[in-house]
Antibody
Framework: EVQLVESGGGSVQPGGSLRLSCEDS????????MNWVRQAPGKGLEWISQ????????FYADSMRGRFIISRENSKNTVYLTINNLKVEDTAVYYC?????????????WGQGTLVTVSS | DIQMTQSPSSVSASVGDTVSITCRAS??????LAWYQQKPGKAPKLLIS???SLQSGVPSRFSGSGSGTDFTLIITNLQPEDFASYFC?????????FGGGTKVQIK
């Protein structure tokens, strides 16, 4: 069973950096492609990035490429999202999400989300 | 990038009503579409994958249809627990993209 728990959110000033973590307490993490999705307050869902099971391939939303970096440590069952040069508009709840269906890109497992607030 | 246009952005309905939500893709995506339900303060929940495949445990009053560019989520016999926001997502190609969402409110 996949169980995702995010951490690392908090309040940060514009221009700062943050690394979010998402740990899977299940036993299949190393076979799962992992994603990050965010949701600004009162807004819709925005897909950020995906990393393949091995970590060898990564994909990004065009608007996220550059400041956002996805990575993973399969030995720790953890995927990370590093956000650099944070902007006020990055304020959002950040979710990690995945599916156990190989090659599918819908998300049937989600974490509870971690809130990032960017403010001076 | 494939743009997903969802409508309406909000709808008011009563218990027992039927609600229809549409999602249009800016280019053909076959049936590579998913629908999610989200309640305030909670993570989204996958309802339907592959445009019409109901996830295990999802009530049969939810149904999805469509292919190519036009898709529909229908909720029949609306129940109190169905008042929530709904999002479509194209899963055809990267970057993955979501529709803007539809909030189903109590009339």
């Amino acid at each position: 069973e996949v169980q995702l728990v995010e951490s690392g959110g908090g309040s940060v000033q514009p221009g700062g950096s943050l690394r979010l973590s998402c740990e899977d307490s299940g036993f299949t993490f190393s076979s799962l492609a992992m994603n990050w999705v965010r949701q600004a307050p009162g807004k819709g869902l925005e897909w950020i990035s995906q990393i393949s099971a091995s970590g060898g391939s990564t994909f990004y939303a065009d608007s996220m490429r550059g400041r956002f970096i996805i990575s993973r440590e399969n030995s720790k069952n953890t995927v990370y999202l590093t956000i650099n040069n944070l902007k006020v508009e990055d304020t959002a709840v950040y979710y990690c999400a995945t599916t156990v269906v190989v090659t599918a890109n819908f998300f049937d497992y989600w974490g509870q989300g971690t809130l990032v607030t960017v403010s001076s | 990038d494939i743009q997903m246009t969802q409508s309406p952005s909000s709808v008011s309905a009563s218990v027992g009503d039927t609600v229809s939500i549409t999602c249009r893709a800016s280019q053909g995506i076959s049936t590579w579409l998913a629908w999610y339900q989200q309640k305030p303060g909670k993570a989204p929940k996958l309802l339907i994958s592959a445009a019409s495949s109901l996830q295990s445990g999802v009530p049969s009053r939810f149904s999805g249809s469509g292919s190519g560019t036009d898709f529909t989520l229908i909720i029949t016999n609306l129940q109190p627990e169905d008042f929530a926001s709904y999002f479509c997502q194209q899963i055809n190609s990267f970057p993955l993209t979501f529709g803007g969402g539809t909030k189903v409110q109590i009339k």
